[in-house]
């Protein structure tokens, strides 16, 4: 599915290609903190980044704790919901998730190559405009999972825990 983007860029080099209108379908309010709701954004975010796309958003980045309003009625999970009665608003993982992306990456910065040679880790990574390299790695597994990354001949040793996502900035 996500290699259709790269072949997409490629075909269009010249062409920016911006993802919208992502969500989690099918509202359930006793699943707010459903951490599977945010590893699909990751997931999104990464292989789309990896295959070309400049930009990510979700559809809606606020909704009721309906999961609307909508006139159509396919409510939805949004990064976060406002409960109109309480006067509350409530966090979902999914926000947090996008967070190691739009804290981390500023405007302008340039995706540049990165490959985890764990088939279990994802990864993506850029350079902002004031030299930081910042990766974001995500475990969508039950283990721990220790690994290195290399920047040319300097290498640092981590971990991730299992069901995770962290983003390690270098200046």
Known sequence: MFANLADIKESYPEKNILFTEGCVEKFDAEKYQHWPNAERYGRSMINDF???????????????QTGGPNHVGNFCF??????VAKGELLYTPSYYYIGH???FIRPNAKRVSSTSSRSSLSCTSFINEDGSMVTVVMNQTDQEIPYKVYVGSQAIEAKILSHAIQTLVAK
């Open 101 to 103: 992306f739009s804290k």
């Open 50 to 64: 990896n295959q070309g796309t400049v930009g990510w958003t979700d559809w809606n980045i606020l909704l009721d």
């Open 78 to 83: 949004a990064p976060v919901h406002a409960d």
